[in-house]
């Protein structure tokens, strides 16, 4: 089945050590992004990237890197300088060709807690 | 500036109608996207428009006024299961971005 699949579901992480969430996508989209939702709150952007090997920085990519060597992958790394977060990470993509009513596809996202 | 604002929570009875409204003031605009999420779970879509005008997809409808930034989800016959939030999204020119607002968080009373 085509669709986008975040690793993993739950992740700890201590105090200064960075981790990195996965994200591929089979749906060949040329758009991908990175969502960061903090309880009872909207969707925030953090990275997004319109073609491999490029990206954008979202509105709060501070303490965030990505990556997009592939098409089908888009691996946000959270570094020890986010200094908060906790929080639940959404992964989407998007066509950008065709129809202005290409709407954007959510994986089941990623809870990440530091302990 | 990129601004989207959506009513923070809506309360509602079981079989009644409800309506959703988002303003927005984007950079540029190519569509605005409504999606429903249930706690604890990505958001799905449920309707998009890009012209004025109201879309029907069965219980749910979506109104758009560009001139306006304005748009309002309708549902309809509300059911327990309806109880989520609603997430309002405009997808600019320029970058193909989604700009979502803070969700509209619908709690449905029997």
């Known amino acids: 089945d085509g669709g986008i699949t975040q690793s993993p579901k739950y992740l700890f992480r201590k105090e200064g050590q960075n981790v990195t969430l996965s994200c591929e996508q089979n749906?060949?989209?040329?758009?991908m992004y990175w969502y960061r939702q903090d309880p009872g709150q909207g969707l925030r952007l953090i990275y997004y990237?319109?073609?491999?090997?490029?990206?954008q920085k979202g509105d709060i990519a501070e303490g965030y890197s990505v990556s997009r060597e592939k098409k089908e992958s888009f691996p946000l790394t959270v570094t020890s300088a986010q200094k908060n977060p906790t929080a639940f990470y959404l992964c989407?993509?998007?066509?950008?060709?065709?129809?202005?009513?290409?709407?954007?596809?959510f994986g089941e996202g990623s809870w990440l807690t530091v302990v | 500036g990129q601004n989207i604002d959506q009513p923070t929570e809506m309360t509602a009875t079981e079989g009644a109608i409800v309506q959703i409204n988002c303003t927005y003031q984007?950079?540029?605009?190519?569509?605005l996207f409504w999606y429903q999420q249930h706690a604890g779970e990505a958001p799905t879509f449920l309707s998009y428009?890009?012209?004025?005008g109201l879309e029907e997809k069965g219980r749910f409808s979506s109104f758009l006024s560009r001139s306006k930034g304005y748009s309002y989800l309708l549902l309809k016959e509300l059911q327990m299961k309806d109880s989520a939030s609603y997430l309002c999204?405009?997808?600019?020119?320029?970058?193909?971005?989604?700009?979502f607002g803070p969700g509209t968080r619908l709690s449905v009373l029997p």
């Open positions: 989407a993509s998007s066509s950008t060709r065709g129809a202005s009513g290409n709407t954007i596809y």
């Open positions: 749906l060949n989209h040329d758009a």
């Open positions: 990237s319109q073609i491999v090997n490029d990206f």
């Open positions: 984007t950079s540029g605009f190519n569509g």
């Open positions: 428009n890009v012209l004025d």
């Open positions: 999204a405009v997808r600019d020119n320029y970058g193909q971005n989604f700009v």
